[in-house]
């Protein structure tokens, strides 16, 4: 039982979110809880295609209100008459199955603030849900025509009411329609290409380690100089706000800035100082009071962390486009950069993030020139041009670089791009991805439509200037991959860290290192989650019972699998086979053996082959999702498979109850019809693109 799937892994989910609902609205009905399959389906919608992680067992307060007053008044219909679910209650309940079922995620709140946060937004919800500012613009009109007698289960009767909308014939709520266009335009509605590429996990000291390194840098000393100088009593401006030239010698003399001050008569003829005290304000350090810049009585505190100041300055980069790159005259424009800083600032830092080897300047810059390309209409303009608007974007990248480097965010040096660089490239690309490329994507990514191509000359080109001779290497600084780390934990990206799952349970430990941690990752992981447990062979058993007590096959599975592959010098291997001859275990330790090639069929008896077996239907079942997917997948085996259930049935399996579903679902599926056998919701329907309601 996975809990994060790839974005467009939707087969792969839509079973996961089958076999989690049935067995939600199982539980909560053992439980005497509130549960609503459609309502939970739509939830676990949210988390998978509307955020930047995805994963289905992390419920921060953010999501609760999010799909409680976004998500569900934008997609959810609820037609008159028809009985209105308890979603916050659904909500609820599903929050306690994942903790109960060991699938919440050990990073996420705990179970009593999840609830918490569903009972601070559960009031809304109702006015929410009857507000059609917030509905979706499918919704809207599926409502309106609703409102109006339509029939919107009939999809002629639909057709009519919206020919009759297009030519303004139908009545609606003009101001409410005008909200929701404006939302989408703008980008503030809730959608399904939220998701973000998934990070390594990093390692990273103690924030009181990395404080020496920040009070080191030249740029923070600067930051805090000015701000003291600047003091409480604040230091005059000129009418146009820029520094006295006596003060702007002054300080650039104390602050060692290196600008050239003799014959200077502005300030503003100073680019360093000024950058600082552009930056200083810009970090709310300094700030602009009639006339006069004063130093922020909040930021005194701050001051005196220099690791915390440090950030501070950091985030403050993202806001220094126009000192830094903007047109000092008329004679000069801005490059392409300057229109997509912020954005192209960003998406460097988040690709220098985690690397494993520092990125060679070819490769970035060439990433960057895919940004500007999918980002500005570059038709006009001869190759000249478009060489010198790379150029001066180039220049300009540069100079943010220069900017991370002062303050210590990277790091550059020169050597050769190690060789994982130089096949970064598309050249093996596909047919099909070459047909539907644009060229120009083609060429810049060094791809050739053809074997004689242009721009296969030119990719040639560009792998030479990684291989004959040095380049400038980049890559984060432990400073700047705190920071950027931040940053992405403050957007929901989801951005490991080694050492961050020492105090989670078991359970969740396994879990996520399954799905998240690469193996070196995940054997330091648990090697540290282990040591801080004390005595390693009460640890062992903390983890064992973990994978015993999981209720999802799958799951316990994959769990099984890390503590076969990440536990040091074969003692996962020693573990897994002691754990051959455990009656609850021994069907998952047998399938992890020989799905490691570490036990062949011939070293199994009779017994063990059935165990096998009835683990591998088990198993089977969960990947199908549900009930119905189960039941086809086991028509799908063919009549072959009548034998191997029976089998199974008769084996010496430990989970009986997996059992007994499973011949249940055996016996549907033989007299069922060969058609696929669908759930058809036959009410509050998500709306799609056309208006009609969609089943699923």
């Known amino acids: ?149 339509v029939d919107v289960l009939d999809g002629a009767a639909l057709q009519r009411f919206a020919d009759r909308a297009r030519r303004g014939e139908a009545a609606y709520d003009g101001q409410a329609l005008d909200a929701i266009m404006e939302r989408r335009l703008t980008g503030r509605a809730l959608s399904g290409s939220a998701r973000a590429e998934p990070q390594l996990p990093v390692v990273l000291p103690p924030d009181d380690d990395l404080r020496r390194p920040a009070g080191a840098s030249t740029t923070v000393a600067q930051l805090r100089g000015l701000t003291e100088w600047a003091g409480q009593d604040g230091r005059p401006l000129t009418a146009t706000g820029r520094l006295r030239m006596a003060h702007a010698r002054e300080l650039a003399d104390r602050l060692g800035t290196r600008d050239e001050t003799d014959g200077v008569r502005s300030s503003a003829d100073l680019p360093r100082l000024g950058l600082l005290v552009e930056w200083a304000k810009k970090a709310r350090l300094v700030r602009v009071v009639k006339g006069r810049l004063y130093a922020v009585a909040k930021a005194q505190p701050l001051l005196a962390d220099p690791l915390q100041l440090w950030l501070r300055a950091f985030d403050a980069c993202f806001e220094l486009r126009q000192v830094l790159l903007g ?220 994978v015993r007590t999981t209720p999802f096959r799958t799951r316990a599975q994959a769990m099984l699998g890390v503590l076969l592959a990440a536990l040091p010098d074969d003692e996962g291997v020693r573990l897994v086979r002691t754990l051959r001859r455990d009656p609850r275990l021994a069907p998952l330790a047998l399938n992890a053996l020989a799905q490691s090639e570490l036990l062949s069929p011939e070293g199994m008896n009779d017994a063990e082959h059935l165990l096998v077996l009835a683990e591998n239907l088990l198993q089977l079942v969960e990947l199908a999702g549900g009930s119905g997917g189960a039941e086809e997948a086991l028509r799908a085996q063919g009549p072959e498979a009548r034998d191997a259930i029976a089998a199974a049935l008769d084996s010496a399996h430990p989970d009986r109850a997996g059992l007994e579903e499973l011949r249940q679902l055996a016996a549907r599926a033989v007299r069922a019809p060969s058609a696929r056998l669908g759930r058809a919701h036959k009410r509050r329907h998500p709306v799609g693109k056309n208006g009609r309601k969609r089943r699923r």
């Open 1 to 149: 039982m996975r809990m994060r799937f790839e974005a467009e892994a939707e087969e792969e989910f839509e079973a996961a979110r089958g076999l989690l609902v049935d067995r939600l609205v199982r539980w909560g009905g053992e439980q005497g809880l509130p549960v609503d399959g459609f309502t939970a389906e739509t939830v676990l919608d949210y988390r998978h295609r509307a955020t930047a992680d995805g994963r289905l067992g992390l419920w921060e307060p953010r999501h609760v209100e999010e799909v409680l007053l976004s998500w569900l008044p934008q997609n959810v219909t609820e037609l008159s008459g028809e009985e209105r679910s308890d979603a916050p209650g659904t909500l609820r309940t599903l929050l306690r199955y994942l903790h109960a079922a060991q699938l919440a995620d050990p990073r996420g709140p705990s179970l009593h603030d999840s609830l918490a946060a569903v009972d601070k937004v559960a009031e809304q919800y109702p006015a929410a849900m009857a507000d059609r500012t917030r509905w979706g613009l499918a919704k809207f009109w599926a409502m309106t025509a609703a409102e109006q007698g």
């Open 327 to 546: 047109a000092r005259n008329g004679w000069h424009v801005e490059s392409m950069l300057f229109d997509v800083y912020e954005d192209v600032l960003q998406d460097v830092l988040n690709t220098l993030y985690s690397l494993p080897y520092p990125m060679p300047w070819p490769r970035l810059r060439d990433t960057v020139h895919l940004a500007y390309r999918t980002s500005f209409q570059l038709d006009d303009g001869s190759d000249l041009q478009h060489r010198m608007w790379f150029e001066h974007a180039d220049r300009d990248l540069r100079k943010a670089l220069d900017l991370l480097d002062d303050l210590g965010a990277i790091e550059r040096d020169r050597g050769m791009a190690d060789p994982v660089f130089l096949d970064a490239d598309l050249s093996d690309a596909g047919p099909e991805l070459l047909a539907d490329m644009p060229p120009e994507i083609a060429e810049l990514l060094g791809v050739a439509a053809t074997p004689d191509s242009a721009a296969r000359e030119r990719a040639d080109q560009r792998r030479q200037e990684l291989t004959t001779g040095p380049v400038e290497l980049i890559r984060l600084t432990e400073l700047g991959t705190r920071a950027v780390r931040q940053r992405l934990l403050a957007v929901g990206r989801d951005a490991p860290l080694i050492g961050e799952l020492a105090g989670a349970p078991a359970a969740g430990l396994l879990g996520v290192l399954a799905e998240e941690y690469p193996p070196d990752a995940a054997q330091a992981e648990l090697a540290g989650w282990i040591t801080a447990r004390g005595e390693r062979a009460d640890a062992l058993r903390e983890l064992t019972d973990a």
